[in-house]
């Protein structure tokens, strides 16, 4: 069993997701990262590459090098890791399909819905894996959330409160990481509702197992003169008739990274808060809260298999990091991954940033959100 | 300095909010219950004047004797206190006024907007007192954060979040509490947002000082033959142009009561919740929190002054609606008390309910909140 | 049912706690503050019944005059509550079982051991109610932990830890309430262990049931030049041959009143705090945590009996002490309470301070508890 | 910049702590797996070696094979990490030693205070690095907290209270983690004290930036027919005359792994727990409570160049381990490393536990702790 070969594409000096990529990719010694196209300047894709302390000869500075030489080689690289700006996701991808190698990528997956919709059919005709690293849905805590929404230890969805508030766009945004984000040349229309908003949006259908039919969107840009939407608010309706909010932030000052998930039942609530991820609480119509550990003994499947400590030890974001790409390595291996989010979230992510974007812009009310 | 006399209506057997509203009024040796309209039944009212340790003769059976008897007394009600459901509350204070007797009431003031006008008119001719309890604003550090917002802690607020999340009747709605509420006939046509909704605006009012101009309001019937709302959201704008989102829900499996609020400025974020009182949270946008306690150094006046313990000694419920009756004492002596929620809130907080409730009907999207 | 008539022998301009016992004792109505010996200086005396609102004719300045007095009306008090420096304990506790007046007093019962065996032996005889305010096991949830030990939930105790940690002495003590706890002329021996130790080893053995048969105990004068303790950590051994260990403290800044305790027994765990008292953990050996809410459904009657509001609408310290003071207006109408600590609690606590403060001057080791 | 070559020892089949250290040392890709004794039994550790996915033939079954193989190769491991249980850690660290390998171990030292001495004079006359794992030391903030203490945040620290609680050995103790620890002739004496008093101790230290100079122990054995200790209490003073508790129990149900530490001193109190290892709670004189977080803009270097994400993203306790492999890199490439544990705190920690084990089983009260 060799390890996987992982080149990344992006994650040059100062980037702060790429070493996140690496570290998340390597935790379980299944995936190797071994070349890269840091940068398209030479020689930050080399310094990025002594960083990362692999062949210097593997740290390329454009695409069509990296996957021309690593074709020849007899330890080429088995996929690719997207790790750029939102706007060169689609350009990435394009290449590493087109040369057969499998994609994982950042999200949102693209910069615009045109761009998705082209991606979703190069991965239709590539029939090649591709993923998404829709990182919160690989903690241990969340996929039990998911499994007892699915169980019905809720009984039937009635409501769902999805929050993710952070608070250091608040004033201006400097810096390499700020600065892009808010570039609508960069990042996409979305501003907020495309960095974090989709991770909201994907993770209240990843839990609560329904999909969102209809949105009310309000968007704001909050700091003036920011050309994107930096304060979000989304009214949703599920498949099913519940009712949802999603409510994303980066101007809540003092706010972290405190995505959230509420879910109500006919019989239960279930809440999980990502900064404090390894505890899940559980009320029943009876009256009882229950307090659910990681590591604990009443987990089913999918929470024990992405553990990797006992209770009490606790785990964070690079090991929920690390589950996706555990996933996506079973999936190189020709196993099944059923949780991995892949293009169809994707699809689903862009369309919601698209759809919300232009429904607030035009003030339009509640709109099917049709992918 | 002797003891105000206060007379009740409503608060029979199985009130919830009678006793409360006792225990508050009298913590501070202020006031005094002497006397009663605690039912239309008279078995009842007097079985409540027992429970309540007041002289029997004062347990009335209806408002026209209660007015009548007490006028001729030596030591005479100084006030009423209206415990009623929402239906009984213009009638009552009707009568209380017209027979000049000041009315501090629970709210909200009135079942419908026409009342709540009737009432204004009545009050503005009166010229007596009139004073509506809204429990929260009567906690210290709701005081403190209204304070420290005026003073501009948080420079100029940009995003107010609001939520009041409670479970009760997720189910079946029996019991005498809650058979009241969701009966459109005794609670008005707002169910959820009138009873707990109107809390949760007057909370967001009272602590950031601006006014809501705009809402956009989305009202369910969770429960299936429900005939009134029972999950509310409803955005906001503020004066100002800040935002907000209200939440109000009672379908909220295992919420027990849980009211908190954030409010987020150019410079900061301030957050307190309900069901744990004693503390505030403030964020500054140097990266800082500091954890603000109920007693301790650092607080103004208006906290201060209704703290009756030391730091690390929980106040709670009762004492925070005592402070309103505090304040109601402070008026009746011809003191000012600038916080208590009076006439001018009774029609906010009922022009909220009627717009949010017409507004959602007819999915007006954004409507003017004209009070 | 004519409410009980209480005076008050302390509780002076400036007492902290003699508006806390004003407060509790009124709080359910079944008492009432008439009369009172504030102080020993009538301006004084005159000046606190004034703030109580009582008549001015009853607030005496000597508790002969007091008990004298008020021997003669037909509306005479029916018992006192002592709520002066340790000091004075003994004397008002002499002087009202001497007048056939029941007592409620402050903790602790005696400045010293050798008060307390006379304080016991005078209500032995006087065959006078007598109860001490240990205020913490007023708290529903603490007679809800005590009421599932009892029952078995955590099967034998094994261990106990209790804490109270306090900061409030780690600087110079000034001002009436520190500058008396630290004097051993007012306070007895016994400073921290005096003040509070005697409210941790209360707790102990009311939620665990057990009596403490040994302690090791370690006590300091930490700030330099305090004449009496104020930071203390007593190991303990229960009947059973459980372990437990004690720990308080008045120099541990940051600490503001955090009494708590944690229970292990053969099958379980059970923890509550002061500062959170609304809740309790309860945690299993099968790897399950729950928690446990005040006013929930799942509480049994002691809990049930001592609450005023519903779930999520927080009570605190002032209703924990009302729920003594209810106890005690029980025994005074001839009905049982058994939770109320009386003059067992008052000799134990006391010989607890005592065996404490010499063993720890001697460093004598373990050594029995004998009471 | 080439990765350093790490061999295990130990880290078989079932083994907790083996898969921890693989993941720590390679997370910062400075260090990398490469071979290992995992095993005395070669089936088992060549199936380790398949599950790490390390070179078959470096999957050695003796020590004396893996250094003399090891040896002879251009690509020879650079270290060993021993992860064996305790009655292991002197055989194979003086094998390492004997073959001019530095070492890393797991915690404590050895199972004996003679085995420490043994080795200790070994590491002297080696002069090769050692290190000791007490991964609690790697948190940012734990760095963080003893940085501020040394700056004098506290003033001269009074009293330190170290606790951590376990419950996964209230049971009976079955499998391979429980069935060595409490079996004296492979954890040696102690038991709960050599298994995680150790690290509450080493911290005690670490963060107070002071040396425990007396102790007073009282350890037992809980569960009836434990070989060893389960449960201790340890009374402790500090070089400056600070008092110490330091608290340690396997049997306390429901505790998960609860390392908890507060350092109190004359001019403000500071908070750390690791199950909520991402915040740390200072307190100072004044009354101003503030939250530190993970990340934060206010955190001086050690914290900063110890963290991977930016505030609100959770590192755990893998992460914290791996600073202690990111230091111990460090240290064999001729960096400094002030903060990472090594032989002295070794002998400093088989010195407490025997004089722990010795000074309870004789009931010996206040012992001196001399190294």
Same mark, same amino acid.
């Given at each position: 069993?060799?390890?996987?070969?992982?080149?990344? @594409?992006?994650?040059?000096?100062?980037?702060?997701?790429?070493?996140?990529? &690496?570290?998340?990719?390597?935790?379980?010694? =299944? @995936?190797?990262?071994?070349?890269?196209?840091?940068?398209?300047?030479?020689?930050?894709?080399?310094?990025?590459?002594?960083?990362?302390?692999?062949?210097?000869?593997?740290?390329?500075?454009?695409?069509?090098?990296?996957?021309? &030489?690593?074709?020849?080689?007899?330890? %080429?690289?088995?996929?690719?890791? @997207?790790?750029?700006?939102?706007?060169?996701?689609?350009?990435?991808?394009?290449?590493?399909?087109?040369?057969?190698?499998?994609? @994982?990528?950042? +999200?949102?997956?693209?910069?615009?819905?045109?761009?998705?919709?082209?991606?979703?059919?190069?991965?239709?005709?590539?029939? /090649?894996?591709? $993923?998404?690293?829709?990182?919160?849905?690989?903690?241990?805590?969340?996929?039990?959330?998911?499994?007892?929404? %699915?169980?019905?230890?809720?009984?039937?969805?009635? +409501?769902?409160?999805?929050?993710?508030?952070?608070?250091?766009?608040?004033?201006?945004?400097?810096? +390499?990481?700020?600065?892009?984000?808010?570039?609508?040349?960069?990042?996409?229309?979305?501003?907020?509702?495309?960095?974090?908003?989709?991770?909201?949006?994907?993770?209240?259908?990843?839990? *609560?197992?329904? #999909?969102?039919? !209809?949105?009310?969107?309000?968007?704001?840009?909050?700091?003036?003169?920011?050309?994107?939407?930096?304060?979000?608010?989304?009214?949703?309706?599920?498949?099913?008739? $519940?009712?949802?909010?999603?409510?994303? *932030? #980066?101007?809540?000052?003092?706010?972290?990274?405190?995505?959230?998930?509420?879910?109500?039942?006919?019989?239960?609530?279930?809440?999980? +808060?990502? !900064?404090?991820?390894?505890?899940?609480?559980?009320?029943?119509?009876?009256?009882?809260?229950?307090?659910?550990?990681?590591?604990?003994?009443?987990?089913?499947?999918?929470?024990?298999?992405?553990?990797?400590?006992?209770?009490?030890?606790? =785990?964070?974001?690079?090991?929920?990091?690390?589950?996706?790409?555990?996933?996506?390595? $079973?999936?190189?291996?020709?196993?099944?991954?059923?949780?991995?989010?892949?293009?169809?979230?994707? /699809?689903?992510?862009?369309?919601?940033?698209?759809?919300?974007?232009? %429904?607030?812009?035009?003030?339009?009310?509640?709109?099917?959100?049709?992918?």
């Amino acid at each position: 069993m060799r390890r996987l070969r992982m080149g990344m @594409i992006g994650g040059g000096p100062g980037s702060f997701i790429g070493p996140v990529h &690496r570290i998340a990719a390597e935790m379980d010694r =299944e @995936i190797e990262l071994v070349a890269g196209c840091f940068s398209s300047a030479a020689g930050r894709s080399r310094e990025a590459g002594e960083s990362y302390r692999i062949d210097p000869a593997r740290a390329y500075a454009d695409l069509d090098t990296l996957f021309a &030489r690593e074709r020849d080689r007899s330890d %080429a690289i088995d996929f690719v890791a @997207i790790v750029t700006p939102n706007h060169h996701h689609l350009p990435a991808a394009r290449a590493a399909l087109a040369a057969g190698v499998p994609v @994982i990528s950042d +999200k949102p997956a693209t910069a615009t819905l045109a761009e998705a919709h082209e991606l979703a059919a190069l991965v239709a005709s590539s029939a /090649l894996p591709y $993923a998404l690293t829709h990182t919160y849905s690989g903690y241990p805590l969340v996929r039990e959330a998911r499994a007892r929404v %699915a169980a019905g230890a809720l009984g039937t969805i009635r +409501k769902v409160v999805v929050e993710y508030p952070q608070g250091w766009l608040a004033g201006a945004a400097t810096g +390499k990481q700020a600065e892009w984000r808010i570039d609508p040349a960069r990042s996409g229309p979305g501003g907020c509702i495309g960095d974090i908003g989709t991770h909201a949006f994907q993770l209240a259908e990843f839990v *609560s197992g329904l #999909q969102v039919t !209809e949105i009310l969107a309000d968007l704001a840009a909050v700091v003036p003169g920011r050309p994107v939407d930096d304060d979000c608010t989304v009214l949703l309706r599920f498949e099913n008739g $519940a009712r949802g909010v999603l409510l994303a *932030s #980066q101007i809540e000052v003092g706010e972290m990274n405190g995505l959230r998930i509420r879910l109500y039942g006919e019989k239960g609530g279930l809440i999980w +808060k990502q !900064e404090t991820p390894n505890t899940l609480m559980l009320h029943t119509l009876d009256g009882r809260t229950e307090i659910i550990h990681a590591g604990g003994a009443q987990l089913g499947p999918d929470a024990v298999s992405r553990t990797r400590t006992p209770t009490g030890h606790p =785990e964070g974001y690079l090991e929920a990091f690390a589950n996706l790409y555990r996933d996506f390595a $079973a999936v190189l291996r020709g196993e099944p991954a059923p949780l991995l989010p892949g293009i169809a979230d994707a /699809l689903r992510g862009m369309t919601f940033v698209d759809t919300a974007v232009t %429904a607030s812009r035009t003030r339009a009310g509640w709109v099917p959100l049709t992918v």
